[in-house]
Structure formats: structure tokens, C-alpha cells
Nanobody, 129 residues
Framework: QFQLVESGGALVQPGGSLRLSCAAS????????VAWLRQAPGKEREWVSC????????DYADSVKGRFTVSRDDAKNTVDLQMNNLKPDDTGTYYC??????????????????????WGQGTQVTVSS
């Protein structure tokens, strides 16, 4: 069926790096904007990044600019999030979410699940010494 599956989360020390992957099955991710969001225990869900259809543009939260890079490989039906110089505040469950439509949606900082057509199950990232 239609699914998004995140992978790559791990325990990492501050200053370390991780690469998360979001893989789609059952539908073609090529026609979807893909966002990364995260949520730490007891905190509100936070928008992290997004990549536009065909990767023509990317956006990042101020808190991760210069450290995170989002990319997509439509041939593999995946979107990756490279995370460098990780900080304890980066700890949380990371989700990818895809939004498509005939209107060819652009990147946004929307955090509600209702905004997206598909939402992954999440992968845990813990940044701690």
C-alpha cells in the first residue's frame, strides 16, 4: 500500500552526523513535496526542512540552516536528510511527510498531519554525550 518509511536514526554524540532516509512505496514520490519534521518529548512538533517537486528548491528551519541538507533521488523514490554538527536540541523523532496535488504544492513550514497526504512512522535521533 502507500507508505513512507524513515530510517537512519541513531544515538550520536554532539557534533556528530547522521543521514536519514525517507523511502516511498506504492506511489511515485516524484510528484510530491517532501518535508522533514521532528518532535521531542513534551515539545511541539517542529518543521525542519522540505524539498520541492523535482528538487528545484529547498527550505530549512533557522535552527538547522548550515547544518542539515535535504536531497531527493526520484529514481530511487527516496528523500534524504543529511544532518551534521548535531546538537542535543536536535534530539527527537524525525518524520518525513509528502504532499502532492494537481496544484503542484510548494514547500511550506506546515506541521499538521492533515496538511500532508502521507506521513511516515518516524525514526529516533538522540544526540547525547
Amino acid at each position: 500500500q502507500f507508505q513512507l518509511v524513515e530510517s537512519g536514526g541513531a544515538l550520536v554524540q554532539p557534533g556528530g552526523s547522521l543521514r536519514l532516509s525517507c523511502a516511498a512505496s506504492g506511489f511515485n514520490l516524484r510528484f510530491y513535496v517532501v518535508a522533514w519534521l521532528r518532535q521531542a518529548p513534551g515539545k511541539e512538533r517542529e518543521w525542519v526542512s522540505c524539498i520541492s517537486i523535482r528538487g528545484v528548491g529547498t527550505d530549512y528551519a533557522d535552527s538547522v540552516k548550515g547544518r542539515f541538507t535535504v536531497s531527493r533521488d526520484d529514481a530511487k523514490n527516496t528523500v534524504d536528510l543529511q544532518m551534521n554538527n548535531l546538537k542535543p536540541d536536535d534530539t527527537g523523532t524525525y518524520y518525513c511527510a509528502a504532499r502532492g496535488g494537481r496544484n503542484l504544492p510548494a514547500c511550506s513550514d506546515e506541521v499538521t498531519k492533515e496538511h500532508y497526504n502521507y506521513w511516515g512512522q518516524g525514526t529516533q535521533v538522540t544526540v547525547s554525550s
